[in-house]
């Protein structure tokens, strides 16, 4: 675990704050690093931890880290207390309050440092995402090691409810497979090519299993991976996913598949495209509803001409060639099923984020 704590000279020139930061960095170890410039250049953090209250530096290093899609920590330290908010009502603060509401509620979660905190942060409804977690510095009901191995608890709840920035390119392409494979049953007849994949999956450690059933499960992905694994004969590890604890994921998807009618397929599946890119307009798309896309161009026999003009007739007809270029990429769907041309551009590659969620794709 690659950890930022950042926190800013002014912050800092606070002896209990500078200590509380210091004492994380002991307990931690080599994982973490203590910086007060906001920035992560030529760095990959896993989560990066904001300590400190209108600054507008520390306000800037959260909203670079929620672009690259890199989980956050951050600890207002009491600055969002009512009786710290009411210094910030006039006129010349309210710019400052706007990026301090905006930078609160980005963050992946909120660390409290005691229970009055904590129910005030509550009552704010910026961000709900909380956990209290005692400033040794300022207490003496928690020790330095208690803090620290409750702050490392608390990070990993972070990062499983944000499982998507624990994937990596070549994790998700093991991820694409096992898909293609619990959908298409012919997809590894190959031994080769079977062969290949299972050797990738043997290289992954409990962790990166850990990581995938996780990012599956929250894309409602999971039963196609198990099946996958099953048709692939793969015994991967045993992960109970009750067991871990994460904080409320509100991404709206629609637990449903898409459907088609099998007596109007080419219209029904040109509405399943257009259910699609309303999705990805709301960000409401989970990943298995391009999974339902494959399963539907590879098994269903359909007027591959028709479709093509109807999706033209409704403007469609890009962003279809486009969700294809992805099906390439993300699943590989073959030449032989695809009714249009792919298209791979930079449209492509945001569709292709837009339904992955990943930041390394």
């Given at each position: 675990?690659?950890?930022?704590?950042?926190?800013?000279?002014?912050?800092?020139?606070?002896?209990?704050?500078?200590?509380?930061?210091?004492?994380?960095?002991?307990?931690?170890?080599?994982?973490?690093?203590?910086?007060?410039?906001?920035?992560?250049?030529?760095?990959?953090?896993?989560?990066?931890?904001?300590?400190?209250?209108?600054?507008?530096?520390?306000?800037?290093?959260?909203?670079?880290?929620?672009?690259?899609?890199?989980?956050?920590?951050?600890?207002?330290?009491?600055?969002?207390?009512?009786?710290?908010?009411?210094?910030?009502?006039?006129?010349?603060?309210?710019?400052?309050?706007?990026y301090q509401k905006?930078?609160?509620?980005?963050?992946?979660?909120?660390?409290?440092?005691?229970?009055?905190?904590?129910?005030n942060l509550l009552?704010?409804?910026?961000?709900?995402?909380?956990?209290?977690?005692?400033?040794?510095?300022?207490?003496?009901?928690?020790?330095?090691?208690?803090?620290?191995?409750?702050?490392?608890?608390?990070?990993?709840?972070?990062?499983?409810?944000?499982?998507?920035?624990?994937?990596?390119?070549?994790?998700?392409?093991?991820?694409?497979?096992?898909?293609?494979?619990?959908?298409?049953?012919?997809?590894?007849?190959?031994?080769?090519?079977?062969?290949?994949?299972?050797?990738r999956l043997q290289?992954?450690?409990?962790?990166?299993?850990?990581?995938?059933?996780?990012?599956?499960?929250?894309?409602?992905?999971?039963?196609?991976?198990?099946?996958?694994?099953?048709?692939?004969?793969?015994?991967?590890?045993?992960?109970?996913?009750?067991?871990?604890?994460?904080?409320?994921?509100?991404?709206?998807?629609?637990?449903?598949?898409?459907?088609?009618?099998?007596?109007?397929?080419?219209?029904?599946?040109?509405?399943?495209?257009?259910?699609?890119?309303?999705?990805?307009?709301?960000?409401?798309?989970?990943?298995?509803?391009?999974?339902?896309?494959?399963?539907?161009?590879?098994?269903?026999?359909?007027?591959?001409?028709?479709?093509?003009?109807?999706?033209?007739?409704?403007?469609?007809?890009?962003?279809?060639?486009?969700?294809?270029?992805?099906?390439?990429?993300?699943?590989?769907?073959?030449?032989?099923?695809?009714?249009?041309?792919?298209?791979?551009?930079?449209?492509?590659?945001?569709?292709?984020?837009?339904?992955?969620?990943?930041?390394?794709?």
């Amino acid at each position: 675990m690659n950890i930022i704590l950042y926190i800013p000279k002014e912050t800092e020139k606070e002896e209990c704050y500078h200590q509380l930061v210091s004492a994380l960095k002991h307990q931690i170890g080599e994982d973490a690093t203590v910086t007060n410039i906001a920035s992560f250049k030529n760095t990959l953090p896993n989560l990066i931890h904001v300590f400190g209250c209108w600054n507008y530096a520390a306000a800037m290093m959260l909203f670079k880290a929620h672009k690259a899609g890199i989980p956050t920590v951050y600890s207002p330290l009491g600055g969002l207390q009512p009786w710290a908010l009411k210094k910030h009502k006039g006129d010349k603060e309210m710019k400052q309050l706007a990026y301090q509401k905006r930078m609160t509620s980005l963050a992946s979660a909120l660390h409290a440092t005691n229970k009055l905190e904590y129910e005030n942060l509550l009552k704010l409804n910026w961000n709900n995402r909380l956990q209290i977690i005692e400033n040794k510095e300022i207490t003496n009901d928690i020790s330095e090691e208690e803090m620290g191995s409750k702050m490392q608890v608390f990070y990993q709840k972070v990062l499983d409810s944000n499982s998507y920035s624990l994937i990596d390119h070549d994790t998700f392409n093991i991820i694409g497979n096992l898909l293609q494979a619990g959908i298409d049953k012919d997809s590894y007849q190959n031994n080769d090519t079977k062969a290949d994949l299972i050797n990738r999956l043997q290289q992954l450690k409990k962790e990166d299993w850990r990581h995938i059933f996780l990012y599956a499960s929250q894309e409602l992905i999971l039963d196609k991976l198990y099946e996958g694994l099953t048709r692939l004969q793969f015994h991967a590890p045993s992960i109970n996913l009750d067991e871990i604890e994460l904080f409320p994921i509100d991404n709206h998807y629609s637990n449903n598949k898409i459907t088609i009618d099998p007596n109007n397929l080419e219209s029904s599946l040109c509405k399943a495209f257009h259910t699609l890119h309303e999705e990805l307009k709301h960000r409401t798309a989970p990943l298995s509803h391009l999974s339902d896309l494959y399963e539907f161009l590879r098994f269903t026999s359909y007027n591959e001409d028709l479709f093509a003009e109807l999706t033209e007739k409704s403007g469609l007809y890009k962003f279809t060639s486009r969700v294809i270029g992805v099906l390439q990429d993300c699943i590989g769907l073959t030449e032989g099923f695809m009714p249009i041309l792919p298209i791979h551009d930079k449209e492509t590659d945001k569709i292709k984020k837009g339904l992955t969620k990943i930041r390394y794709l």
